[in-house]
């Protein structure tokens, strides 16, 4: 399966169970890897997935509706890249660097991989 790959989306988002996370927001970054047959002899657009759509549409969920876990967030953005037709699988990396723990940590991440037919 062929693949298009988009790495270090970041955008500020609400999300988190805490008072502070939902108040004052924080970066989150995604990474999506979409496995789709790519049409590698027609040159046009409408033979893959727009990569600039699938950007916007990680930043609106990043930037919408806050949520609890980034479980979640992940499973929306999974959702909205399998509503292209031609995509046959989503995997989805939320990355949370900023996340309330008191230890020294460089990342906090949640890795979903989702198909059409799961």
């Known amino acids: 399966m062929d693949r298009i790959t988009l790495t270090g989306l970041t955008a500020t988002g ?28 027609s040159d046009d657009l409408t033979d ?3 990569y600039a759509d699938i950007a916007d549409e990680v930043e609106a969920v990043i930037t919408g509706e806050p949520r609890d876990l980034i479980e979640t967030v ?19 990396t939320v990355h949370k660097p900023s ?9 906090v ?6 198909s059409r037919d799961e």
């Open 14 to 41: 609400y999300h988190g169970v805490l008072t502070e996370e939902r108040r004052d927001g924080q970066s989150f970054v995604v990474d999506v890897i979409l496995e789709l047959p790519l049409e590698t002899t």
């Open 48 to 50: 893959t997935v727009s």
């Open 74 to 92: 992940a499973g929306e953005i999974a959702s909205r890249c399998l509503a292209h037709e031609r995509v046959v699988r989503a995997t989805v």
């Open 99 to 107: 996340a309330p723990l008191t230890q020294t940590f460089a990342d």
């Open 109 to 114: 991440s949640v890795t979903i991989s989702r």
